[in-house]
């Protein structure tokens, strides 16, 4: 079967990570254009990818309006993704989608019925659930080792905004910090990944309570630095969300996941990336690996190993890709479809509803 032949929209820097897939994997998927405002970004995409210069466009129609393309990788500023991903569904283009999905629940909606229209897949990439040791806590979950779930937690601590950081100080022009370009602040730049994880572990989100804080002075069209948030699921299970951009902390992502059998936990390496810490172990301590009388789980977590089924390797941004390549040839619904991550961006939306109105909210009345 022939590989996928794909269309890159937006050469920025998440795309950078993309370029694996393409440049390891041209036997599943080809990238064969490239799109970006920016012509020379583009054009220097293009060539690290080894796509042919003639192929490099600045409109997206233009991008579009080829009929060899037959699916797009869109990697382009949060405020653009709602209009980029319908675009390329009318055009009938499959459609692959960097996270956050939408800087509103309605766009979110729109994208999921173009695309239902329009009969192509959509996929949103949520590279966490692409993560081998993820992939194996998944399943540890669904086997019922860890019993009900009944509590979770995730923390989302990336210091942005903190002096000597990456994009602060003389980055304060950085639209992440811009609340209409970024749909939000550290909640929907970051924690996005973690509400999703936690949600493909745990279940939907049905009730949240919340409140933000957007009092830092990088911060600007009420994006917020600072967020906590309580969520219940559909399950019953408690949830809590501790996200900041300004926290004076070391950058750290971790997750814990509670059940009546088990405990899984992940321990991040501090001295790693931030992508680093998406490879940190989990860990886990359960009734059905106790083997000694009298243990009472404390020093007994077991480091969770990698599940490859159906991946190409450890890293997530290409399982994500090719894992989108292969969904469309065999005609599969993707582990992070559009329709399972409505859910995801409710739950993201949904903190900052709760913390406008002051009180807990329902989903559904989003």
Not at 270 to 284: K, S, T
């Amino acid at each position: 079967m022939p590989p996928l032949r794909v269309g890159l929209i937006g050469s920025g820097g998440i795309s950078r990570a993309h370029m694996p897939a393409f440049l390891e994997h041209r036997d599943e998927v080809e990238l064969v254009a490239v799109c970006d405002i920016r012509e020379e970004a583009a054009q220097a995409y293009a060539a690290d990818a080894g796509v042919d210069p003639g192929s490099v466009y600045t409109n997206t129609a233009d991008l579009l309006a080829r009929d060899d393309i037959e699916a797009v990788d869109i990697a382009t500023i949060h405020e653009a993704h709602a209009s980029n991903a319908i675009e390329a569904a009318k055009a009938g283009k499959h459609v692959l989608l960097e996270k956050p999905m939408a800087c509103s629940v309605q766009e979110a909606r729109d994208i999921v019925n173009a695309c239902d229209d329009a009969g192509v897949t959509f996929m949103v990439a949520q590279m966490l659930r692409y993560l081998p040791h993820y992939q194996n806590v998944k399943r540890i979950i669904e086997a019922g080792e860890l019993g009900d779930i009944w509590a979770c937690r995730a923390d989302s601590w990336f210091g942005a905004a903190l002096p000597g950081s990456m994009t602060s100080m003389n980055r304060g022009d950085w639209w992440g910090f811009d609340g209409k370009k970024n749909g939000g602040g550290s909640v929907m730049m970051v924690s996005t990944h973690q509400v999703d994880l936690i949600r493909y572990f745990v279940g939907n989100v049905v009730r949240i309570t919340a409140r933000t804080w957007g009092d830092h002075p990088l911060m600007k069209n009420g994006a917020e630095d600072r967020a906590v948030a309580t969520f219940e699921f559909d399950n019953g299970a408690m949830g809590t969300l501790l996200s900041s951009y300004s926290a004076r902390t070391p950058w750290m992502y971790q997750s814990l996941i509670l059940g009546t059998k088990g405990t899984i936990y992940t321990t991040p390496d501090l001295e790693g990336n931030v992508v680093d810490q998406h490879h940190a172990p989990a860990r886990i301590a359960s009734e059905a690996r106790e083997t000694q009388p009298g243990h009472n789980g404390v020093h007994a977590f077991a480091e969770v190993g990698p599940d490859m089924e159906g991946l190409v390797g450890d890293n997530p941004f290409t399982n994500e890709i090719v894992h989108f390549a292969r969904c469309i040839r065999e005609g599969k619904e993707p582990i992070s479809s559009g329709h399972d991550n409505l859910n995801t961006m409710e739950a993201v939306h949904g903190i900052y509803a709760a913390s406008e109105a002051g009180h807990t909210i329902e989903v559904a009345d989003l």
